[in-house]
């Protein structure tokens, strides 16, 4: 046993819950410096997501089980949140600069006056700054220190309903736990599956879960657009249900599109079958694998042109550089990456989390890509504040030592 190994402190555990309409995520990571030690998954089905009491019955049954598999209280944890009550608005605001010269208060003032929303809005969850304008000099990333009269600025600003966000809370306090954050899935998800090149360039992150298809795009190293669809793996499970030779309860059309399904219809075989379960006890009937194929490639195709669609709408397509990164449950699909690349024109990859240590193969899987980027989230934003608050303190000690050397000076005058 090493003896100058540190001991694992109450305060370096971090947390990130993913709940989304299929399943809850919840992992358990230890923060190590700018990297993090993932140390358990608990991954539940949840059978329906809209149920209330079913979301905390089963929010409880994982944070006891990961407490006992990893031996720590789960408390504060920082939530995912996405889909159809998520808005995003890009908003400008314009200011006369005080002196001749950008100070760090007017950028704060600036940001403030364009994230300034109606109630309607609903309730902030994210403000991203983009780009700064100093009288007609622009655009600028960081325009502090910079000589003009007016400071103008974008920022995209990420907003939930309000009755949205109290339920998720009032889940995740009825089962014990704690909110520390919440946080835009696209966001948690970039954080574990980007690389640094694609930030810089431009890149459309799109996660493609049960419930919705979330895009974000990043443009150095900052977002600047989201946007969600309700379109995604479980209006696939649905078509599958519907258009086989024989109707199926959804249950069985999941399992059928997780063992069969592809979107890759020219490699496969003309008269390919697989059973399917008929209704009652009739016993299986065989069903074209091409069929199956061509019900999944054509609704992937229609939710990929359609997000492609809005990123043209909004003048968003020109600037991802970097192509497009796919994460999500509905990453398991062979093929999925080349329906993307004719849909969106740009180079396409499977996201999959990296970057750090404990990850069990298992979990380098688009599907925990949200799960585990919330842990990078939350580690970022826990150093933040350890940066802050050493700051802080540095600031007081140094403000006493020159109290206490006046004093000495005083006292010899």
């Given amino acids: 046993m090493d003896d100058n190994k540190q001991p694992i402190r109450k305060e370096d555990y971090i947390f990130g819950l993913d709940?989304?309409?299929?399943?809850?995520?919840?992992?358990?990571?230890?923060?190590?410096?700018?990297?993090?030690?993932?140390?358990?998954?608990?991954d539940f089905p949840?059978?329906?997501?809209?149920?209330?009491?079913?979301?905390?019955?089963?929010?409880?049954?994982?944070?006891?089980?990961?407490?006992?598999?990893?031996?720590?209280?789960?408390?504060?944890?920082?939530?995912g949140i996405a889909g159809k009550n998520v808005q995003s608005y890009s908003c400008d605001g314009?200011?006369?600069?005080?002196?001749?010269?950008?100070?760090?208060?007017?950028?704060?003032?600036?940001?403030?006056?364009?994230?300034?929303?109606p109630p309607s809005a609903g309730d902030i969850i994210h403000i991203f700054p983009g780009e700064y304008t100093v009288d007609d000099d622009g655009p600028i990333r960081n325009p502090k220190g910079r000589s003009g009269r007016r400071l103008k600025a974008n920022v995209q600003v990420v907003t939930s309903r309000q009755n949205s966000l109290q339920n998720l809370q009032k889940c995740v306090q009825k089962a014990g736990l704690n909110v520390a954050g919440f946080v835009l899935e696209p966001l948690a998800a970039a954080s574990a599956v980007l690389t640094d090149d694609e930030r810089e360039l431009g890149v459309a992150l799109v996660d493609i879960g049960a419930g919705s298809a979330d895009i974000a795009v990043f443009v150095n190293d900052s977002v600047r657009y989201t946007a969600s669809l309700d379109l995604a793996g479980n209006v696939i499970t649905s078509d599958i249900s519907k258009c086989l030779t024989v109707p199926i309860a959804l249950s069985k059309a999941e399992d059928i599109k997780k063992k069969y399904g592809t979107c890759v219809i020219s490699n496969l075989i003309e008269d390919e079958t697989f059973p399917v379960p008929a209704v009652g006890e009739r016993g299986d009937v065989p069903c074209s694998r091409?069929?199956?194929?061509?019900?999944?490639?054509?609704?992937?195709?229609?939710?990929?042109?359609?997000?492609?669609?809005?990123?043209?709408?909004?003048?968003?397509?020109?600037?991802?550089?970097?192509?497009?990164?796919?994460?999500?449950?509905?990453?398991?699909l062979d093929g999925i990456e080349n329906v993307a690349y004719k849909a969106f024109g740009k180079p396409v990859r499977i996201g999959r989390p990296k970057g750090m240590s404990?990850?069990?193969?298992?979990?380098?899987?688009?599907?925990?890509?949200?799960?585990?980027?919330?842990?990078?989230?939350?580690?970022?934003?826990?150093?933040?504040?350890?940066?802050?608050?050493?700051?802080?303190?540095?600031?007081?000690?140094?403000?006493?030592?020159?109290?206490?050397?006046?004093?000495?000076?005083?006292?010899?005058?």
Avoid: W
Avoid at 49 to 71: H, M, P, R, Y
């Fill in 358 to 413: 404990g990850i069990q193969e298992a979990y380098q899987n688009p599907s925990y890509a949200t799960g585990i980027g919330l842990l990078y989230y939350a580690n970022k934003q826990a150093r933040e504040k350890k940066r802050n608050e050493t700051g802080t303190q540095i600031a007081v000690s140094v403000k006493k030592g020159f109290q206490r050397v006046i004093e000495v000076i005083k006292a010899y005058l």
């Fill in 19 to 42: 709940i989304g309409a299929s399943k809850v995520n919840l992992f358990v990571g230890i923060s190590e410096g700018s990297s993090v030690r993932v140390v358990e998954c608990g």
């Fill in 46 to 79: 949840l059978a329906n997501a809209e149920e209330f009491d079913l979301i905390v019955e089963t929010l409880q049954k994982a944070a006891s089980q990961l407490e006992l598999s990893a031996g720590v209280d789960v408390r504060d944890v920082y939530v």
């Fill in 290 to 332: 091409k069929l199956l194929a061509q019900v999944i490639t054509a609704r992937v195709t229609e939710i990929f042109q359609l997000l492609a669609k809005d990123l043209k709408k909004h003048q968003m397509d020109s600037i991802i550089n970097g192509g497009i990164v796919l994460t999500g449950g509905c990453c398991g």
């Fill in 94 to 117: 314009i200011i006369t600069l005080a002196t001749n010269e950008v100070r760090e208060e007017d950028i704060e003032n600036v940001q403030k006056q364009a994230s300034t929303l």
